[in-house]
C-alpha cells in the first residue's frame, strides 16, 4: 500500500482517463509509459473501466493503474478485483475509505476544505486529492491549508492544465496532480498516441524542473 503511494509520489502525475472503447485500454497505458508517466486512473463513469483495468493490468504490468470515480464500496470491490492498485474518489466516503484502509487498499479520497481534510486526518491519511482544485480556491487554498495541516500532502486534480502545473507542483503540500488534459478523450478517440505521449512527456519535463529547484 505505502508503495503505491510512494510511486505515485515519485512519479507526481495521475492521468484521469474516461474509457468508452476498452480495445484503446492498452494502447493508451503504452503511450503514457512512453511519456515516462507509469501511472493511469480509471475512472468508473463508463462501464468498461474494470475490463479497461484488467487489461492494462496484464499486458502492461510496469503501469500502475487505479480506480478513480469510487463513489461506494461495491465500486471499491469490483475495481479491486480488476486489478485496481488504488482509489480514488472525488469525495470523501468514510465506508469506502475504511474498506480500502480494512483490504490494505491505497486510497486517496477527495476534499476541497479543512472539514475534509480533519476526516482524513481521523482515518490516519496523509495524503488526499485536492478535488475539485481550481474552483475550490486553487493554490489559494492550497496555501491556506497548509498552516494548520502542515502533514497532510495534496494531489490538485479538476482544472490542472499545463499552464498551471507548474505552480501547482511548486507547493510544498502536493505530492502530485491530476488531471486529464493528456489523455483527452477525443486523442482517444482518434487514437492519438503519439500525441499522448508527447504532452505526457513535456508534463514529466515540467515537474522534474520544478522539483529539482523546490
Ligand atoms: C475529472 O473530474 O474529470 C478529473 O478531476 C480531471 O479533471 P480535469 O479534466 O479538469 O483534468
Known amino acids: 500500500?505505502?508503495?503505491?503511494?510512494?510511486?505515485?509520489?515519485?512519479?507526481?502525475?495521475?492521468?484521469?482517463?474516461?474509457?468508452?472503447?476498452?480495445?484503446?485500454?492498452?494502447?493508451?497505458?503504452?503511450?503514457?509509459?512512453?511519456?515516462?508517466?507509469?501511472?493511469?486512473?480509471?475512472?468508473?463513469?463508463?462501464?468498461?473501466a474494470a475490463?479497461?483495468?484488467?487489461?492494462?493490468?496484464?499486458?502492461?504490468?510496469?503501469?500502475?493503474?487505479?480506480?478513480?470515480?469510487v463513489i461506494s464500496i461495491e465500486l471499491a470491490e469490483q475495481a479491486v478485483s480488476a486489478g485496481a492498485q488504488f482509489i480514488v474518489s472525488p469525495g470523501f466516503n468514510p465506508a469506502v475509505v475504511d474498506w480500502c484502509i480494512e483490504h490494505g487498499i491505497s486510497v486517496i479520497p477527495g476534499v476541497n476544505?479543512?472539514?475534509?481534510?480533519?476526516?482524513?486526518?481521523?482515518?490516519?491519511?496523509s495524503l488526499l486529492k485536492f478535488?475539485?482544485?481550481?474552483?475550490?480556491?486553487?493554490?489559494?487554498?492550497?496555501?491556506?491549508?497548509?498552516?494548520?495541516?502542515?502533514?497532510?500532502?495534496?494531489?490538485?486534480t479538476g482544472g490542472i492544465c499545463p499552464e498551471n502545473l507548474c505552480d501547482y507542483i511548486e507547493r510544498k503540500n502536493v505530492f502530485?496532480?491530476?488531471?486529464?488534459?493528456?489523455?483527452?478523450?477525443?486523442?482517444?478517440?482518434?487514437e492519438d498516441w503519439d500525441s499522448i505521449t508527447k504532452i505526457s512527456q513535456e508534463a514529466v519535463l515540467a515537474i522534474q524542473t520544478v522539483r529539482q529547484k523546490k
Do not use: H, Y
Not at 493511469?40 to 463508463?46: K, N
Open 176 to 190: 502530485a496532480v491530476g488531471g486529464s488534459w493528456m489523455v483527452k478523450k477525443d486523442l482517444i478517440a482518434r
Open 113 to 125: 476544505n479543512p472539514t475534509g481534510v480533519e476526516l482524513g486526518i481521523s482515518k490516519g491519511l
Open 131 to 156: 478535488f475539485p482544485a481550481e474552483v475550490s480556491g486553487g493554490i489559494a487554498m492550497l496555501d491556506a491549508l497548509a498552516g494548520p495541516f502542515p502533514s497532510i500532502s495534496f494531489m490538485p
Open 51 to 69: 475490463e479497461a483495468i484488467r487489461e492494462i493490468t496484464s499486458a502492461v504490468p510496469e503501469i500502475i493503474v487505479g480506480a478513480g470515480t
Open 1 to 48: 500500500m505505502k508503495n503505491t503511494l510512494e510511486s505515485i509520489t515519485k512519479i507526481g502525475i495521475v492521468p484521469v482517463i474516461t474509457i468508452e472503447d476498452t480495445s484503446k485500454a492498452i494502447f493508451l497505458a503504452k503511450a503514457l509509459v512512453a511519456g515516462g508517466i507509469p501511472c493511469a486512473e480509471i475512472t468508473f463513469r463508463t462501464a468498461q
